[in-house]
């Protein structure tokens, strides 16, 4: 008895270490995605503050290409857009995330006292 | 007094490890803090560059070339640069505006550092704090009153959150008056006999009323039953309709007393239901908890009206055998009408040859609007006319809940027939149907006027009463020949229609 409860244990643990890799994954993507956000911001800021004299270019790769002012505000709150959407989604999901690991966790804590249990029957007996 | 020692140290290490925590915190806010702060400087030595730069058309430089190499050159072009917005975004401006730029850029990294010394005061609040609590501990001149909870406690519970009582449940009066009264009872116990108590009185009530109307009874009984099966589907209408409950309850209460008490139990719950029986059994036409009927009025679909029609047509036929006052005259006829039963021959208007009872008198107009709702001004104005006629009849028909009644007073349906059309004799469709037991009725509740029908119902409730008595005293075929009854009136409507 003590011996499969340990296996579930062992189990169990993995899957919360799992769980709990995803979330941290998870995490990182979006702070990643804030500070994303932020540089994003201030560039719009930049651009309102720029005329169209002056030319505006983006760095593709080892190229630097003209680029219209107007489109270039465009394409920057575009990106805003998608990068706010993204912030969602990935909070959406880090909260599916934590609920699975507190279920996960409740799973292993209430293993952990199987085992106990078992355990000291098993020292009782023994 | 080792226990306490035990759970001091421990509280004591849980002290100690939140200082650390607190530190930690603290730390990263001073390392960021500094980073912020090289990143000022840099941006005012930048600013400091710009404004010197444009002073000379050209500077020469050493270049570097590689990481390891310089080359003297010029720097030329002084006024422009090319800035880097960020996000590899890349604008060419004038000293000037690139330094309108970086300040900008000054005030963001301000406000972030501004928001870090404020975090880093907080956490150093903090760690002071754990560091009181610590040595308070450790000095014991404060003692930390601690209480554990006991497990004990939840596993009494077994671990499942205290569920509120819902406030519908009813053995709430029960305790008290249980208490009062006998001690040794058990709470179960008694709160049953507070519940049957209250349902005893309202039983009490019922019965009385019961008494009174044996002999309507006898009569009823038929369409009772009839009533109970329409309820139960009127009730369904009823629900969808959204119309007080008092009245479909008022229906279940019928089958209820004339079934026996046992089924008084549900319908005790309302009081309203009772009332509305009781008011209905004072008068001649207690039968008329068909209230809920007249929401099938509302439904003009086939079935629904076939289920009236069946009804209708039964009436009729009684009423025909009692009188033979011009069945189906027509509209001249319709003035005097002195049986429910008179009603549905007026509303058989449409004849193909036949005077064929409409199952509905707004199924006539509902032909004119197909099977779907129509809430047409003319139809509204119709489904009045009805009610006024309805109203007319059944205010006769209180004097006489029979079918026999003669009370109908042709002064009234004088006056209102003539503004009813008489193609139109809608307004009993739906007192008449009560009886069928044909559960399609339920379903078509969705295609009634919406609009119309919630007030007629209402007022044909009074009128479907008084009718119902009526017809419940002609109408007494088991549900099979109703569903015969049903079939034909369906046919004879789809001709018309």
Known sequence: ?126 | MAEKCKMSGEHYGGVVRLREEHEKVVKDCESRVDHWKKVSGDYEALNDRLKTLPDQLSYDIMVPFGPLAFMPGKLVHTNEVTVLLGDNWFAKCSAKQAQKIVDHRMKHVKHELDDLTKTMKNFEARVGFAKDIETMSVVSDYVDIREDVRNNAEIVNKGKPRVAHKPKSKPKLGPVIDLKEEDEKDESEVCKNVLSEEELWTRLDELEKLEELQDEQDILSDTADMNGEDTSSSSSEEEKDGDPPASVNGLSLKPSWITGPPNKAPSCNDTKDEDEEEEVHSLPTISFCHTVEPKKVRINTGKNTTLKYSERKEQKDHSKKKKKNGHGNGHAEHYKITTPADIYRLFVDVKNGEPIPRKSILKSRSRENSVCSDTSESSAADFEERRMIARSFSHDDATNHSDTSDGITEEDSPTTAPAHPTSRFEAFSGTVIEKDPMPTTVPHLTIAHPALPTILERKQEEVGLEVSSSTDTTFVPPPQPAIKKLSKFKAARLQQM
């Open chain 1, 1 to 126: 008895m003590a011996e499969a409860i340990q296996k579930k244990l062992k189990a169990e643990v993995e899957k919360f270490t799992q769980i709990q890799k995803d979330v941290s994954k998870s995490m990182s993507l979006r702070q990643k995605l804030e500070t994303q956000l932020t540089e994003n911001n201030i560039v719009k800021e930049e651009m309102d503050m720029l005329d169209s004299v002056n030319t505006v270019y983006k760095l593709i790769g080892p190229v630097l290409v003209k680029q219209d002012l107007d489109e270039a505000k465009a394409t920057v709150a575009k990106r805003l857009e998608y990068i706010n959407g993204e912030i969602q989604r990935y909070d959406a999901l880090l909260k599916d995330m934590e609920k699975k690991s507190d279920q996960h966790r409740e799973v292993l804590s209430s293993l952990q006292q199987e085992f106990q249990k078992a355990q000291g029957l098993a020292v009782g007996k023994a």
